[in-house]
């Protein structure tokens, strides 16, 4: 099973990016999605989740500025991101979970500077 992440970079306090994480190799709508990221220094943190029913949640930095989104036809999981802050710098992870096997993508950067 692969994740394969997209969509990061660099963007102006302010801005938007859309995040993408494409699975392969297993059933992507069994699958508990979420995004996870990890700033320099700080702990990995979980952002937002997608259950299998569109269920979503999100931590409470990001509320009301990202959205998370799932596409069962294209096994694409994706995070949607406005009004990006300094804060919100760091390296994002795409996450799948059918219990109890997990998996995890590479990693991609989001940096929000002028």
């Known amino acids: 099973v692969q994740l394969a992440e997209s969509g990061g970079g660099l963007v102006q306090p302010g801005g938007s990016l859309r995040l993408s994480c494409i699975m392969s190799?297993?059933?992507?709508?069994?699958?508990?999605m979420a995004w996870y990221r990890q700033a320099p220094g700080k702990r990995r943190e979980v952002v937002a989740t997608?259950?299998?029913?569109?269920?979503?949640n999100y931590t409470d930095s990001v509320k009301g500025r990202f959205t998370i989104s799932r596409d069962n036809t294209k096994s694409t999981v994706y995070l949607q991101m406005n009004s990006l802050k300094p804060d919100d710098t760091a390296v994002y992870y795409c996450h799948a979970q059918l219990n109890p096997v997990e998996y995890w993508g590479q990693g991609v950067q989001v940096t929000v500077s002028s």
């Open positions: 190799g297993s059933i992507f709508f069994a699958h508990y």
């Open positions: 997608i259950s299998i029913a569109h269920r979503t």
